[in-house]
């Protein structure tokens, strides 16, 4: 089961290293504690997750901007709870919403005894369709810098995962070989899919056991990654 001939492991970082739900919820519990009492957040974020799942995947694929994903998942996630707001007060949230997030700086169980273990053979790095400027903070706040040897976000490379250029680029950026490489993720597309047509071995984080129709190495923990490496 081990996997041989490995040198560099490539991370995304939201949803596989970082909990950007519970980091997400914690985040706008404070705001609208202060601004918007009378909303639930338990409603709010039972259909905030799904409907910015939808819209990073647009945006994954060009579809929507940068600024429309952050208006967009609020907007379409306070009409469906029933809440009156305002653009302006959704331009509020959205930029208080990400000054915040960083500061709440929970990981998956396992986390840090994984890149412990790993970073004894292997070199990491990550690879991030999130805003750069937001994923350097995170990474900072939440003491994972001195883990990777590189960092690669869509705006350096131009273009999100699952587009192969992206992978090109975080190879180019780490001096390493398809052969010797592999990604882990929490998405099939992006992540998984992604780098197997890049010619990178992968492996899918399946935290939440989603059925998976593809035939692809799978863990639900990331502890369960020192059975292949």
Not at 35 to 64: G, R, S
Not at 65 to 94: C, M, V
Not at 114 to 127: A, G, T
Not at 196 to 217: M, P
Request: hydrophobic content about 40%.
């Amino acid at each position: 089961m081990r996997i041989e001939n490995i040198k560099d492991v490539f991370f995304d970082l939201d949803h596989t290293l970082w909990d950007f739900d519970k980091n997400s919820k914690i985040t706008f519990e404070n705001i609208f504690a202060r601004n918007h009492p009378t909303v639930l957040i338990d409603t709010f974020i039972t259909h905030y997750i799904p409907i910015n799942q939808a819209c990073w995947k647009l945006y994954q694929y060009d579809k929507i901007t940068h600024q429309q994903l952050r208006y967009d998942r609020l907007k379409l996630s306070f009409d469906a709870i029933g809440y009156e707001i305002t653009d302006d007060a959704i331009a509020l949230i959205s930029e208080e919403y990400i000054e915040l997030l960083t500061e709440n700086n929970h990981l998956f169980d396992g986390t840090l005894e994984i890149l412990n273990y790993l970073s004894q053979k292997y070199k990491l790095h990550v690879i991030t369709n999130g805003f750069a400027n937001v994923q350097v903070k995170k990474i900072n706040n939440a003491k994972l810098n001195t883990y990777f040897a590189t960092i690669t976000n869509s705006e350096m490379a131009g273009v999100k995962k699952p587009n192969p250029i992206i992978f090109e680029y975080a190879l180019d950026l780490a001096k390493a070989r398809k052969e010797s490489s592999i990604m882990i993720g929490d998405s099939i597309d992006a992540d998984v899919l992604g780098a197997l047509d890049a010619g990178i071995d992968a492996i899918y984080f399946n935290e939440s056991r989603q059925n998976v129709t593809h035939a692809v190495k799978q863990i639900n923990h990331l502890l369960e990654l020192k059975n292949y490496l």
